[in-house]
């Protein structure tokens, strides 16, 4: 099956420095892809969905100079943490959706997840 | 707007009783995708199932299955015979085509003693 990866699985980065998470789609074309976070014990939270080649579309209340996405190609998609500080630690998914044998299917695939722990 | 409700913050069961989550979702749409997830203390997200609008047929798969009820809004999910291994987080997600974004229930989080 289709099959979406997600890299690094886990990042410990000093307060203040940047983090990159990419997330590529491995045998199909993601024309929408989905970025969520997860705090502990908690639901998956929407936080921005970005369509290949344009800008990303964030939710309220997500500051997008803070997580920068970045959808350039139909199977990578990146989310860079910029500045991070320790209220950013938490685990961050992604998941795309696109169109294999010619249709677009409502099924999402996840990545595997991001742990982010800002010291 | 669109809602998913777990109502079970958390079950518990005993090996090899039977265990039933509930999912209720609002949507205005007519076409929607309904479904489950497993979030293992790993935390990586496992699909489980997906149902479509159009389709009310319940499935099962294994231990595994789920009853779509159009008419109360209710997609539940039941696991037969749980097993220690079944002990994890369990999402319920709503996705539209309208909206193009998925919404997800608080999860349920089952534990599963031997």
């Known amino acids: 099956g289709a099959v979406v990866s997600q890299h690094p699985s886990r990042v410990i980065c000093k307060s203040g420095t940047s983090v990159k998470i990419e997330c590529r789609s491995l045998d199909f074309q993601a024309t929408t892809m989905f970025w969520y976070r997860q705090f502990p014990k908690q639901s998956l939270m929407l936080m921005a969905t970005?369509?290949?080649?344009?800008?990303?579309?964030?939710e309220q209340g997500v500051e997008k100079d803070k997580f920068l996405i970045n959808h350039a190609s139909l199977t990578l998609s990146t989310l860079t943490v910029t500045s991070a500080h320790p209220e950013d630690s938490s685990f961050y998914i992604c998941?795309?959706?696109?169109?294999?044998?010619?249709?677009?299917?409502?099924?999402?695939?996840f990545g595997e997840g991001s742990r982010l722990t800002v010291l | 707007a669109q809602k998913v409700t777990q109502a079970q913050t958390e079950i518990s069961v005993v090996e090899k009783e039977d265990v039933t989550l509930d999912c209720v979702y609002e949507?205005?749409?007519?076409?929607?995708?309904l479904f489950w997830y497993k979030q293992p203390p790993s935390g990586e997200l496992v699909f489980l199932i997906r149902?479509?609008?159009?389709?009310?047929q319940n499935e099962i798969s294994g231990r595994y299955s789920w009853n779509f009820q159009k008419s109360t809004s209710s997609f539940n999910f039941t696991i037969t015979a749980s097993q220690v291994v079944d002990s994890a987080v369990y999402f319920c997600a709503l996705f539209t085509t309208n909206a193009g974004k998925s919404t997800f229930g608080d999860g349920t989080t089952l534990t599963v003693k031997p």
């Open positions: 998941s795309a959706r696109g169109q294999r044998g010619g249709s677009t299917t409502g099924e999402l695939f």
């Open positions: 149902r479509n609008s159009f389709d009310e």
């Open positions: 949507t205005r749409d007519t076409t929607y995708y």
């Open positions: 970005s369509n290949e080649g344009s800008k990303a579309t964030y």
